[in-house]
């Protein structure tokens, strides 16, 4: 049976006002195809409320150091109140997005 060691155990962010989900998810992406890690997206939820949608998303990037060790980080990302809007930067008008995310992150190395 693998043995699991704990890394990081929930490191939480939190932040709210203006973001593009897209840029999240490819600086996410870029960050762990840079390190070596294959990303595995293992759940993803979306409920649209009056408020706004609602994200619920969770990955599980993995990378095999050798055949006895395997690194997983558990991202956790949670978005609500989501909603679009156009910001004008530039002097051109941008479509992003604005909400409230918490992002929680776990790392385990799998024996």
Known sequence: ???????????????EGIFSVDELFKTIDKYASEKGYSKVEKRRKEIITPNGKELSIELRPTKTKTEYLK???????????????????????EKLNQGNITMILDRKSVV
């Open 1 to 15: 049976m693998a043995e699991k060691n704990l890394i990081l155990d929930g490191l939480q962010m939190h932040y």
């Open 71 to 93: 690194l997983m980080i558990k991202i956790r990302i949670k978005i609500i109140n989501l909603k679009d809007v156009i910001v004008i930067r530039d002097k051109r008008k």
